[in-house]
């Protein structure tokens, strides 16, 4: 009574368990596309700006320690000198190589006739 007939082939799996399974598989896949890729994005974003501000803390470190051996080597007021000295001859450096700006906007042409104010 419980028996399949004998011409049918045997049922590994019924439809639904292989729909769950299917399923279930292409959830791995979107899963591993997507919330994967961007836990893996968010521990390599959170490591780099713990690097940073520990190498950020370093150089504040050193800077304050090469402050200080300068101002027992000159003096407070040397040090004082000696950085502002530093930092003057690198803004000069740094507007050096700056874009230079136009006066105006709108360059006059090299075959145009000169108005009223221009001569």
Do not use: H, W
């Not at 836990?39 to 700006?49: C, E, K, P, Q, T």
């Not at 800077?63 to 803004?91: E, K």
């Amino acid at each position: 009574m419980g028996c399949a007939p004998a011409n049918l082939p045997p049922v590994e799996e019924s439809y639904a368990a292989r729909f769950a399974d299917f399923l279930e598989e292409l959830a791995q896949k979107i899963r591993s596309l997507t919330v994967d890729r961007l836990r893996r994005g968010v521990v390599y974003v959170s490591f780099g700006l713990i690097a940073a501000v520990l190498v950020l803390i370093a150089i504040l470190f050193i800077l304050i320690g090469i402050f200080r051996l300068i101002s027992i080597i000159t003096g407070v007021t040397g040090a004082y000198a000696l950085i502002g000295g530093l930092f003057l001859v690198a803004g000069l450096l740094s507007l050096r190589k700056g874009k230079k700006i136009l006066e105006s906007p709108i360059e006059p042409k090299e075959n145009s006739a000169p108005t009223e104010g221009e001569s």
